[in-house]
């Protein structure tokens, strides 16, 4: 059974960093992206940024580029999301999720941490 598990949410004042973790198990991975969503009170699920497990291959959504950076330990099986220079509206809950590459369709997903940004 598949389980994505994020962790290293709290709380921060604007500027500050933090890293996401998303700990992947129950299958291998190698042939997914692996991506993190948002979702702001009162907002749809937003996306923010992706990665292949095995090819290099990054996307970042506007708002976050340059600020954020998404990375894969293989030897851990984890996705980081190493979040810079935060933002009031980065203030979210960040799920983790996971699709077999060049399907559209997000098949996993974690249960989400939440972020809190204050100004």
């Known amino acids: 059974q598949v389980q994505l598990v994020e962790s290293g949410g709290g709380l921060a004042k604007a500027g500050d960093s933090l890293r996401l973790s998303c700990a992947a198990s129950g299958r291998t991975f190698s042939n997914y992206a692996m991506g993190w969503f948002r979702q702001a009170p009162g907002k749809e699920r937003e996306f923010v940024s992706s990665?292949?497990?095995?090819?290099?291959?990054?996307s970042y959504a506007k708002s976050v580029k340059g600020r954020f950076t998404i990375s894969i330990d293989n030897a851990k099986n984890t996705v980081y999301l190493q979040m810079n220079s935060l933002k009031p509206e980065d203030t979210a809950v960040y799920y983790c999720?996971?699709?077999?590459?060049?399907?559209?369709?997000?098949?996993?997903w974690g249960q989400g941490t939440q972020v809190s940004v204050s100004s």
């Open positions: 999720a996971a699709r077999l590459m060049g399907q559209l369709k997000w098949d996993y």
């Open positions: 990665i292949n497990w095995s090819v290099p291959s990054t």
